[in-house]
């Protein structure tokens, strides 16, 4: 069964999320026994699409993951601190973007080839493909976008028909790749234009006619993003509602600890002014009040810290989850960004 780019229709897509932690590198197969090398990433979220009949209504199963297995994916092994900037190489490996920046110009020296700090593989510049060879310089310009229904990469000005023409809407534009092997079919050498969420593979269409995704729950590459932004929005939504209770917490803890001042002093006050209307005989008494009453506060004092330095740590928290999955959302790339979040079995985190 398979849905198209536009989505929508009789049938709708009931979502769950659940989340998957590896290092190993993994494949992806397809019918006929065929895998798909891609490199080992720890990812964050893997989608399942099951589908139900006409009338039916989509439902989602959210799971977040833990704290700490969370923070760990969105550490850059660069710098060793959570993205600022995530920014994936085809490798699967991300690093913030000022990292992998600085290293880059680390290694340029003339070089149109770059290694991942990570893993070490190779990637390099990518060329316009509609650009002659024999322009100043001795090469075309670099380019932009990468269409992968044309199969070609272009620069900016032979982009222009891309993005004003109707004709090409429909096509799928990415950030330039240089080799369109690891999308493309290794029985069929089409593009991956599908997913299939039985066999939790990517296919070709050549694929689908064969038929042996015929009974499967199959859609089309944006159409998938389409769902998997939805639910990134939902999981936005609630970071940020996490966050707004976290600054209502924390304002009213404030509140708390300026009133207990307040009145502190005042109780200070009342205490002097017993103290100088007494006579000597009752000194003590009044030191031993103002005792008792010092210790009190600072116990109400470190109780309202504590609950502040927790809830500011949860807070933090939180704002990583919302910069991580804002990020997720900007990703304009399907493939990426169903590779990113598309792995089994990862330990779950709730909201």
């Known amino acids: 069964m398979v849905e198209a780019d536009g989505g929508g229709g009789g049938d709708c897509a009931g979502i769950s999320l659940h989340s998957q932690h590896t290092d190993c590198t993994q494949h992806t197969c397809f019918p006929d026994g065929h895998s798909l090398q891609t490199p080992g990433h720890q990812q964050l979220i893997a989608l399942c699409v099951t589908h139900t009949h006409t009338h039916t209504h989509t439902s989602g199963t959210l799971h977040l993951l833990t704290m700490a297995s969370l923070e760990e994916e969105l550490t850059c092994s660069v710098c060793r601190d959570i993205f600022s900037k995530a920014h994936p190489l085809p490798c699967g490996h991300s690093f913030c973007s000022p990292c992998i920046r600085e290293a880059w110009s680390d290694q340029r020296e003339g070089k149109s080839r770059f290694t991942c700090p990570q893993c070490q593989e190779e990637h390099g510049e990518v060329l316009c493909d509609s650009c002659p060879p024999e322009v100043e310089e001795g090469q075309p310009p670099l380019a932009v976008k990468t ?125 002097e002014r017993l103290g100088s209307d007494l006579q000597f005989q009752v000194k003590k008494l009044v030191s031993a009040l103002r005792e008792i009453t010092k210790r009190e506060r600072q116990q109400v004092i470190e109780h309202v810290h504590e609950d502040c330095s927790k809830v500011r740590e949860d807070m933090s928290q939180m704002l990583s989850i919302q910069h991580y999955l804002a990020s997720l959302l900007a990703e304009t790339d399907p493939f990426l960004l169903i590779w990113v979040t598309g792995r089994p079995e990862q330990p779950t985190f709730h909201p």
């Open 147 to 271: 269409c992968l229904r044309c199969e070609v990469s272009l620069c900016a000005e032979h982009l222009k028909p891309h993005l004003e023409r109707p004709a090409f809407s429909t096509h799928l534009l990415v950030d330039p790749l240089g080799d369109l092997s690891q999308r493309r079919c290794p029985t069929h050498t089409e593009i991956l234009r599908y997913y299939c969420a039985d066999e939790r593979v990517y296919v070709c269409g050549d694929c689908l006619l064969e038929g042996d995704h015929a009974q499967h729950k199959v859609k089309a590459l944006r159409q998938v993003e389409e769902d998997l932004k939805v639910i990134l929005q939902t999981l936005l939504r609630k970071a940020e509602e996490k966050l707004k209770d976290g600054e209502r917490i924390l304002k009213e803890h404030e509140n708390i600890d300026s009133t207990m001042a307040d009145s502190l002093k005042q109780d200070d006050t009342q205490v």
